[in-house]
């Protein structure tokens, strides 16, 4: 009797310790501002630690200057920044961090086409450095342009927008041949507070790519696919539209799927049924999704296996981050026209709820990786 008392005791004990290492570890990397030296637009990047969602303090990673002899620098807050390898951040202007060594490892400028297994591939189009890829090694901890001519890593081909009249234009510029008129009438781009940027386009495949049209109002935006070998021009779908104050964040969700956030517009392009629709609720990443146009309540966040409302905040869709178990938002207090940050809500995933998360002004929610 007394040596089966010892192992179930044994046994107990073995249980007890089973369930204290099933702890998930999950981290949350966020930018906050240094506002007193506003030359330098100083960015604290801070690690959050979080225990099954319950959070467990912080961690200081590093301090990047936003700006440097009165130009951008390090820019964590223009478009948005990747995680990769549970490591290093790539922000939307092309900087790579690595948060495990604390330390910037490029403060060029370039666009992100693509990680892969040690490198980042990226591609700059600037009218005093001109065209060509460049490749980091994170193994090596090298940058360098890519000399062979062959090298492509992006779809499409050469398509550019000709600005320099109303209605824009799109030619296509073949190599070592002359220019082609795709498209005589382009739309009259988006009126933001920037001025006009060019309108969202991306490659479906090597021939077909999709392009926005605004009209001269700014009262609708349309969705075209073009050839360029057939140059057929086919419309796609259109949507009324407001001119907002900034340029869309274009998001390739999957290799039917991209969308276009404009704050609270959230416009789903799905070239599988050629169908263009505003979305009510982000496209669903991890399992989540988040409610687009605010309401005096706040957005709506589910759970989409069981199409479970969660919560309900005011918070802004850029700053919505999940992982395969966990959710974080920036909560914003809305009093008349103006927001004011109230902290951050985290799902804690154990006790089925969230919780509130103190922390002072939020620059960039960045996202989650695993510790």
């Given at each position: 009797m007394r040596k089966q008392f010892v192992i179930i005791y044994f046994l107990f004990f073995l249980t007890l310790g089973s369930f204290g290492q099933d702890g998930i570890k999950h981290a949350l990397i966020v930018v906050h501002v240094e506002t007193p030296i506003k030359s330098e637009f100083k960015q604290k990047i801070y690690s959050y630690h979080f225990l099954n969602g319950h959070f467990t303090g912080r961690t200081e990673l590093i301090t990047v200057n936003g700006k440097q002899a009165g130009k951008d620098y390090i820019r964590t807050d223009i478009g948005t920044c990747i995680l990769y390898k549970d490591r290093y951040m790539i922000t939307g202007i092309g900087n790579i961090i690595d948060l495990q060594d604390k330390k910037i490892l490029f403060d060029g400028r370039a666009q992100l086409i693509r990680c892969s297994n040690d490198s980042a591939i990226f591609f700059t189009n600037d009218y005093q450095k001109g065209k060509f890829y460049s490749v980091y090694?994170?193994?090596?901890?090298?940058?360098?342009?890519?000399?062979?001519?062959?090298?492509?890593?992006?779809?499409?081909?050469?398509?550019?927008?000709?600005?320099?009249?109303?209605?824009?234009?799109?030619?296509?510029?073949?190599?070592?041949?002359?220019?082609?008129?795709?498209?005589?009438?382009?739309?009259?781009?988006?009126?933001?507070?920037?001025?006009?940027?060019?309108?969202?386009?991306?490659?479906?495949?090597?021939?077909?790519?999709?392009?926005?049209?605004?009209?001269?109002?700014?009262?609708?935006v349309s969705f075209y696919k073009v050839n360029v070998d057939s140059k057929s021009n086919t419309l796609m779908g259109k949507l009324p539209f407001k001119p907002g104050a900034k340029a869309p964040i274009v998001t390739r969700e999957d290799k039917n799927v991209t969308t276009l956030n404009y704050g609270d517009k959230l416009i789903s392009v799905n070239i599988k049924n050629d169908k263009v629709e505003d979305l009510s609720f982000t496209y669903p990443v991890n399992g989540f999704a988040a409610e687009v146009i605010e309401s005096n309540p706040g957005r709506r966040i589910l759970q989409m296996n069981n199409n479970k409302e969660l919560g309900k905040f005011h918070f802004q869709l850029k700053n919505f981050k999940t992982n395969d178990k966990t959710i974080a938002v920036v909560k914003e207090l809305i009093v008349g026209p103006e927001s004011y940050q109230q902290g951050m809500a985290v799902w804690n995933f154990d006790q089925m709820k969230f919780e509130k998360v103190d922390a002072e002004e939020v620059l960039t929610l960045v996202g989650w990786i695993n510790e």
């Open positions: 090694n994170f193994k090596t901890n090298t940058y360098g342009e890519v000399k062979n001519l062959t090298f492509k890593a992006k779809l499409g081909q050469e398509v550019e927008y000709d600005k320099t009249a109303y209605p824009f234009k799109l030619n296509l510029y073949p190599q070592n041949k002359p220019k082609v008129e795709l498209v005589k009438d382009a739309g009259y781009g988006q009126t933001v507070t920037e001025g006009k940027p060019d309108p969202p386009m991306w490659w479906i495949d090597n021939t077909t790519f999709i392009y926005t049209y605004y009209n001269k109002e700014n009262t609708e």
